[in-house]
């Protein structure tokens, strides 16, 4: 929280260095939780950059003491679903039903199907971010521990994976 303090005073006096910084910190984050919601690779690309925006706009209104990382994610969240939202205005129908006009596969970070879609994202959450269990249980309304049952039942299952993979190579 001391480094957002010192990042926030530094983004009031608005350099373009202050910025730089806070975009090269949480660009992954920002982009990772649009993906969470619009799997797509452009529009999330394209949510990532209007939240960086919109947290720009208002920074004056902001406190030095906010928690940058749980803002700009609940940012990501909400402009994600106001995409969705949108897009999903845009499905095109195909036979009678609905055929959403997004690339579903443009992200695969899940070993290959070895994990389900919450063991994933706790585990990108969680190594790839640095949340707490904490921070995650209260991201997908868990418990903590849920979320480190599914932790590490899912390090268990990537574990198991590579001994076995082991044992087949020369």
């Known amino acids: 929280m001391e480094k957002d303090y010192e990042l926030m005073v530094d983004l009031k006096s608005k ?68 995409q969705y939202r949108k897009n999903k205005k845009l499905d095109v129908p195909i036979d009678g039903k609905l055929v959403p006009s997004s690339d579903k596969n443009d992200l695969l970070i899940n070993f290959n199907g070895l994990l389900d879609e919450k063991e994933n994202n706790i585990l990108i959450l969680k190594i790839n971010f640095d949340y707490s269990f904490n921070e995650i249980a209260n991201e997908l309304n868990e418990t903590i521990g849920q979320v480190q049952s599914t932790y590490y039942k899912a390090l268990k299952k990537i574990k198991t994976f590579y001994k076995e993979s082991e044992k087949y190579e020369l």
């Open 15 to 82: 350099t373009e260095s202050s910025f730089k910084k806070l975009y090269d910190k949480y660009y992954r984050l920002i982009y990772y939780k649009a993906y969470l919601v619009l799997k797509n690779k452009e529009d999330s690309e394209d949510t990532a950059q209007k939240v960086f925006i919109n947290f720009f706009n208002k920074i004056d209104e902001l406190p030095l003491d906010l928690d940058i990382k749980n803002y700009l994610s609940k940012m990501a969240s909400n402009q994600s679903i106001d």
